[in-house]
């Protein structure tokens, strides 16, 4: 983001200003400002931190840096792009309707699965709906209709392993 020339618009109203008040003051006013132009662009730094640090906060998973590069303020935004569903956006089980549930759960394990539903761009609502989808899911033992858990002759053995 160029802010030289917010700075050098300010300057210039400032110095639009003096010169009313004749030569004397208008050489006072150009002499502050050559010696406030590094306050001011901290001043417009700092400005822009607090709005990207408000934005991060209303985006679940996002973090947004403000970075100086040379000397002008640049935004660097992690995490996702889009933004998550809404707490309602799961699937249904045809068409069945939902039910409100109050779930609790110790602070460490609850920190851990908004972690991972941040990194998929879910909500903690809709991320917990699908872990318990995939719990809920019918197992009669090794040969279970469940694809991932299907063993024996013939069968891909799929997942993951540590």
Do not use: C, Y
């Amino acid at each position: 983001m160029d802010i030289t020339g917010l700075v050098e618009s300010l300057s210039d109203d400032l110095s639009r200003a003096a010169a009313v008040g004749g030569e004397d003051v208008w050489s006072a006013a150009e002499s502050l400002l050559l010696a406030l132009d590094p306050a001011l662009r901290l001043t417009l730094m700092d400005a822009l931190s607090q709005a990207a640090a408000e934005i991060a906060e209303a985006l679940p998973g996002t973090s947004i840096e403000v970075r100086l590069i040379g000397r002008e303020p640049v935004f660097v935004v992690e995490g996702p792009r889009t933004p998550p569903p809404a707490d309602d956006a799961f699937e249904t089980d045809d068409g069945e309707p939902t039910a409100r549930i109050t779930l609790r759960l110790p602070e460490a394990l609850k920190g851990r699965a908004e972690a991972l539903a941040a990194r998929r761009g879910q909500s903690l609502n809709t991320w917990l709906v699908a872990a318990a989808r995939i719990a809920a899911t019918p197992s009669d033992g090794p040969q279970s209709s469940h694809p991932s858990r299907q063993h024996g002759p013939g069968r891909r053995v799929q997942g993951w392993a540590r």
